[in-house]
Each structure stands twice: as structure tokens, then as C-alpha cells.
């Protein structure tokens, strides 16, 4: 069993930047997939950025040139005020069938880490 903890969030000003962290405990050992999610209320989970240990990555169109991720962390810079939302990171096993940034993919959650963007 993988448990997942996300720390970084915070309030920063439009155009910022900020990183975020993964903590995964219970091994990163073989294929497996981690990504993270973000969501506002009302609105469906939506995947941000993945990647899995073969090395593939993925990236929503929305933060493409913009985020930044790497193993355990999502760095994103020119943060825009739709960017505001709980950030989740998320891990699987092997590659998801369902694609890389599909939420019913994922067994494995994080509690989330708020991000806001502006006032």
C-alpha cells in the first residue's frame, strides 16, 4: 500500500511560480505511474501532469509550458488565476489503461494541498 502526502501549497500572486512535493512511503520499485490531479468545486478531478517510470510524461493542454514535472514534484511557473485549486498527487502500479491523466486510474491519494492564485 502506497500512502501519499502532497506539502507545498500556498497563496502566490499571478505570473509566480511554486512547487509542489510528493511524499510516496512504500517503495517506488518497479513500473508504476504518478500524477497529479487538481480540483475545484463543482468541476470534475482533472490531470495536470504524469509520469511513469518508463519515462513516459503527460501534460494537460491548459499547463503545457508551464509546469514541470519530475519524480515526487510539480514545479509550475507563470501561475494563472485558473490554476487555483486542491492539488492531488496520485500513484498506480504499472500504466493506467485508462491513460495517464484519468483519475479513475489511481488507487493511491494524497489528501491534497491547496493552491491559490491571486486574491
Known amino acids: 500500500t502506497q500512502v501519499l502526502k502532497e506539502s507545498g501549497g500556498g497563496s502566490v500572486q499571478p505570473g509566480e511560480s511554486l512547487t509542489l512535493s510528493c511524499s510516496i512511503s512504500?517503495?517506488?520499485?518497479?513500473?508504476?505511474?504518478e500524477t497529479w490531479f487538481r480540483e475545484v468545486p463543482g468541476k470534475e478531478r482533472e490531470g495536470v501532469a504524469g509520469?511513469?517510470?518508463?519515462?513516459g510524461l503527460a501534460y494537460a493542454d491548459s499547463v503545457k509550458g508551464r509546469f514541470t514535472i519530475s519524480r515526487g514534484v510539480l514545479h509550475m511557473d507563470d501561475l494563472k488565476s485558473e490554476d487555483s485549486a486542491m492539488y492531488y498527487c496520485?500513484?498506480?502500479?504499472?500504466?493506467?489503461?485508462?491513460?495517464?491523466?484519468?483519475?479513475?486510474?489511481?488507487?493511491?491519494w494524497g489528501q491534497g494541498t491547496q493552491v491559490t492564485v491571486g486574491s
Open positions: 496520485a500513484f498506480e502500479r504499472g500504466r493506467p489503461l485508462s491513460g495517464m491523466l484519468a483519475a479513475e486510474g489511481y488507487r493511491f
Open positions: 512504500g517503495g517506488l520499485y518497479g513500473a508504476y505511474c
Open positions: 509520469r511513469c517510470s518508463d519515462g
